[in-house]
């Protein structure tokens, strides 16, 4: 393994990246590779039961390369866990170098239906879904930031994806909290540079993981982003990790505030 990151810059003190939302998909896939180069990790996850063995196992192999990764499986969406974990960098006496928020829990149905029996959209359901999937990182952010457990030059990123802009079936919360996530990160760039802090956001292509697997019509979703897909396929997790993994270190510190496609181009079309 080869160590690309600095760990201390005041006796005693260590680098770690806090995931928020990393039992799978972008989230694990970025934790794993943060983890590989060197890095602390720590993710709060919610596992199903039926794959936390696979989970955990994976976390196991990672600290085999000599870095700590552990694992709570916790509600993110709680304030208790946010104390609990301010806490647990504090015990330790470690900096944030990188908060990576990739919580993705919101409501798929439409606006209108034809079909007087199917479930539509609440205003409700846009209110849940943009706490979930846009405040609850500026909760986190703003925490970790009041409790200078910031590393200097840390980074906060997420994920956004072209529904930000763009309508699709069934995604209108999901849109509406991507939008807010982005001006969220877009302020969080602004008001945190006097403390050297960037924040970005990563727009990932189509992504076969189980969050599009729930989307319906994601069938349709994977034809037409391999059609419009300049390289003709889709994008992986670990095609993101890598960009989560090239924006945290130390050459990429002047990007901030940015939508960074990260699609193989598809984007372009």
Known sequence: ???????????????????????????????????????????????????????????????????????????????????????????????????????????????YSENTEEVTLTGKDFLLTAEAMAVSLYDWASAFAKAKLFKENGRILTFTSEGSTKPLPNYAAVSAAKAALEAIVRSLAFELAPLKITANCIQAGVTNTESLQLIPGSDVLIEQALVRNPQKRLTTPQDVANAVYLLSKPEASWINGAVIPVDGGEHLR
């Not at 969406?77 to 946010?82: G, P, Q, S, V």
């Open 1 to 111: 393994m080869v160590n690309n990151f600095e760990f201390n810059t005041k006796p005693g003190s260590y680098s770690w990246a806090l995931i928020l939302g990393g039992s799978s998909g972008l989230g694990f896939a970025s934790a794993q590779k943060l983890a590989n180069k060197g890095l602390n990790v720590c993710i709060i996850h919610r596992t199903r039961r039926s794959k936390l063995k696979e989970f955990e196992s994976i976390c196991e192999s990672l600290r085999g390369d000599g870095v700590e990764v552990v694992a709570f499986n916790k509600d993110a969406m709680n304030a208790d866990t946010i104390a609990e974990m301010i806490q647990f960098f504090k015990d330790k006496n470690a900096e944030i170098l990188v908060l990576l928020h990739s919580i993705a829990k919101g409501n798929l149905k439409p606006i």
